[in-house]
C-alpha cells in the first residue's frame, strides 16, 4: 500500500508541479510562441494520434467490451448537468453564473489531465477504454459548451457551425476514422510500430498537456467565487463518480475489468481547460472560470481521487 500511495502522490505532485510552471509561464512573454505551438501539437498531433493508436487496432468485440465507458461518460455527464441547473435555479443564480456552475460542474478535464492521469494509474491498456470516454465527453462539451456560452452571452445558436466543429475537431475526426477502419474489419498497417510509436509517443505528450493546462489557467484569489466553486466541485467531484460507480454495480462490472477503473478515475477529473477557453472566446468572467478549474484540479489531484480510490479499493500505483 505504501508503493502504491507514494507512485500516486508522486504522480499528483509532478502533475502539481507542470501545472505551476505552465501557470508561471502566463506572465513571461517569451514563452507565449512556445505554447502557442504545444497547443497546436496537442490539438493537431498529439490528441488524434493517441485516439487514433488506442482504438483503430481494436475488433468489434473489444469495442462493444469497452462500450460501457461511453455510457459511464453519458449518464455521469447528464446527472451532473440536470443537477447542476437544478441547484443554480433553486439558489436564483443569474444566467452568466448558471452557465458558469453548469459547464465547470459537468464537463470535465477528460483529455489534457484525464488521459496522462489513466496511464499513470492504469497504463497503456488503460487508454483505449479512457480515449472512448474522452471522445463521447468531447463531442459533447463541443455541442453544449459552445451552445451554453453563447446563450450566457446573449448570442443567437445556430447549429450548423457547432455540428461543423465537431465534426471537423482533429481528436473526434481521429476517433470516427479509427472506429470506421474497427467497423470494416480492416485495422491499418504497421500495428507493432503504431503502437511501439504511440508508447513512446504518450510520455512526452502528457508532460506537454500539463504544462498546456497550468498555462491557460488564471491563478485568482478564490474567496469572491466560494458559493459557485463550492457548488460545481460538489457536484463535479462527489456526485459523479457516484453515478458512476452506480452504473458499475448495476451493470455487474468489477474494477478488475479493463474499463471501470479508467471510468472511475475519469469522472473525478476537475472542470476542463475548454471552459476558461469558452469564457475568454464569449467573454465572460474569466476569473470565475479559471478559479474554479485550479482550485478544482488541486482539490481533484489531492482529495477526490485518492478519497475515491481508497472508497472503491483503486491501488493508486499503477496496474
Not at 459533447?140 to 446563450?151: E, P, Q
Amino acid at each position: 500500500m505504501k508503493n502504491t500511495l507514494g507512485g500516486y502522490l508522486g504522480t499528483a505532485i509532478l502533475t502539481v508541479v507542470l501545472l505551476g510552471i505552465g501557470a508561471a509561464a502566463q506572465r513571461v512573454w517569451v514563452a507565449r510562441p512556445f505554447f502557442r505551438v504545444i497547443d497546436k501539437l496537442a490539438l493537431w498531433v498529439l490528441l488524434p494520434a493517441i485516439v487514433f493508436t488506442s482504438i483503430a487496432y481494436r475488433t468489434i468485440p473489444e469495442i462493444r467490451g469497452l462500450a460501457a465507458a461511453v455510457l459511464f461518460a453519458f449518464v455521469g455527464l447528464g446527472v451532473c448537468f440536470v443537477l447542476s441547473v437544478i441547484v443554480a435555479s433553486a439558489a436564483r443564480m443569474d444566467r452568466k453564473m448558471t452557465t458558469a456552475v453548469t459547464m465547470n460542474a459537468s464537463f470535465m478535464n477528460v483529455t489534457y489531465l484525464g488521459l496522462p492521469i489513466v496511464y499513470a494509474l492504469v497504463g497503456e491498456q488503460g487508454m483505449a477504454p479512457a480515449s472512448l470516454y474522452a471522445m463521447a465527453i468531447g463531442v459533447l462539451h463541443l455541442i453544449f459548451g459552445v451552445a451554453l456560452a453563447s446563450s450566457a452571452a446573449g448570442k443567437k445558436l445556430s447549429a450548423r457551425p457547432i455540428i461543423l466543429g465537431v465534426l471537423t475537431f482533429p481528436a473526434a475526426f481521429a476517433a470516427i476514422v479509427s472506429l470506421l477502419f474497427v467497423g470494416f474489419k480492416a485495422p491499418p498497417p504497421f500495428r507493432t510500430e503504431m503502437q511501439t510509436a504511440l508508447g513512446y509517443l504518450i510520455k512526452p505528450s502528457t508532460v506537454l498537456f500539463l504544462l498546456l493546462v497550468g498555462y491557460y489557467m488564471p491563478i485568482v484569489n478564490p474567496r469572491k467565487y466560494l458559493s459557485p466553486l463550492a457548488t460545481a466541485g460538489t457536484i463535479r467531484l462527489l456526485v459523479c463518480p457516484l453515478v458512476t460507480f452506480a452504473c458499475m454495480a448495476l451493470l455487474g462490472l468489477e474494477l478488475g475489468e479493463i474499463t471501470p477503473r479508467p471510468a472511475l478515475i475519469m469522472s473525478v477529473m476537475p472542470p476542463a481547460v475548454f471552459n476558461v477557453y469558452l469564457a475568454h472566446r464569449f467573454k465572460l468572467d474569466l476569473k470565475l472560470y479559471g478559479a474554479t478549474v485550479f482550485y478544482l484540479t488541486l482539490i481533484s489531484l489531492f482529495i477526490a481521487l485518492p478519497l475515491m480510490a481508497y472508497l472503491v479499493g483503486i491501488p493508486l500505483g499503477g496496474a
